[in-house]
């Protein structure tokens, strides 16, 4: 993988709970955003916003499974401004709330 797209990668990793822009990333990594877009795209396999939606949720998930944090502090935690943007966006790409997903799923 392209060296540019791994530090991008880490950058990611490492600031989860900030709001993350496409092109502060590519700025923090030297290339224009048009091009990182297209790079990133081509290495990772999905556009940077569906990655970042992607890595944000299954985090989400792991911490509603193994902690006690209510699922407002975790949306906070992934960069969610709100526990119905968090909530939304966790039953669309999990098909069940994130309380369903503790109690049902994980017998909390």
Same mark, same amino acid.
């Given at each position: 993988?392209?060296?540019?797209?791994?530090?991008?990668?880490?950058?990611?990793?490492?600031?989860? &709970?900030?709001?993350?822009?496409?092109?502060?990333? &590519?700025?923090?990594?030297?290339?224009?955003?048009?091009y990182?877009?297209?790079? !990133?795209?081509?290495?990772?396999?999905?556009? !940077?916003?569906?990655?970042?939606?992607?890595?944000?949720?299954?985090?989400?998930?792991?911490?509603?499974?193994?902690?006690?944090?209510?699922? +407002?502090?975790?949306?906070?935690?992934?960069?969610?401004? &709100?526990?119905?943007?968090?909530?939304?966006?966790f039953?669309? !790409? !999990?098909?069940?709330?994130?309380?369903? +997903?503790?109690?049902?799923?994980?017998?909390?």
């Open positions: 993988m392209d060296a540019r797209i791994l530090a991008a990668l880490k950058y990611i990793e490492q600031d989860l &709970s900030e709001q993350i822009e496409l092109e502060e990333v &590519s700025r923090k990594i030297g290339l224009s955003k048009f990182f877009e297209r790079l !990133f795209h081509a290495e990772v396999g999905e556009s !940077f916003y569906a990655y970042l939606k992607r890595v944000r949720l299954h985090h989400a998930a792991r911490r509603l499974k193994r902690t006690s944090q209510s699922v +407002y502090e975790i949306a906070v935690a992934y960069g969610y401004t &709100s526990n119905a943007t968090f909530s939304r966006a039953q669309r !790409f !999990f098909g069940v709330s994130p309380t369903r +997903y503790r109690k049902e799923l994980w017998g909390a």
